[in-house]
């Protein structure tokens, strides 16, 4: 007689589950690492266009996410935006600024909290939940 028992079966079922409890939440957090990475390079590039916009204005007052060419979205293409990146208008002056990037969707439970960036490149957690973990800025 050719096949498997039920206990063969039972054995196969109960590996899968194991791999399957460790698999899945190293992946979630693969994906939460990642778009973290994300939002910072956005703000990286958004810091960026801000120095350009200084150099020909003499001043950050003015500058816009949208007028800089930034969508305020990350994902950049807009679809399930899982961070919202904003220029608060109070934190812009002529020698600085506050690029701000809020938890939405998915991410807005992300233990790193919301990211700060200011035009002297100081990376700073806002609103975190909990003790910021050590990684959140790619572990430097």
Aim: proline letters at 4%.
């Amino acid at each position: 007689m050719r096949g498997f028992t039920l206990i063969e079966l039972m054995v196969v079922i109960v590996i899968i589950g194991l791999l399957a409890a460790i698999a899945i939440p190293a992946y979630r957090n693969y994906l939460v690492a990642s778009r973290r990475s994300e939002v910072q390079a956005a703000m990286s590039g958004l810091a960026t266009a801000m120095e350009r916009y200084a150099g020909v204005n003499n001043t950050f007052v003015g500058a816009t996410v949208a007028g800089l060419g930034f969508r305020s979205t990350v994902p950049q293409n807009g679809t399930n935006p899982y961070y919202t990146i904003t220029l608060p208008v109070a934190n812009i002056t002529a020698t600085s600024y506050l690029i701000v990037a809020t938890r939405a969707g998915v991410q807005g439970g992300d233990a790193c909290g919301d990211y700060t960036l200011t035009e002297a490149g100081k990376r700073g957690n806002i609103n975190v939940p909990g003790t910021l973990p050590t990684d959140c800025w790619g572990g430097s």
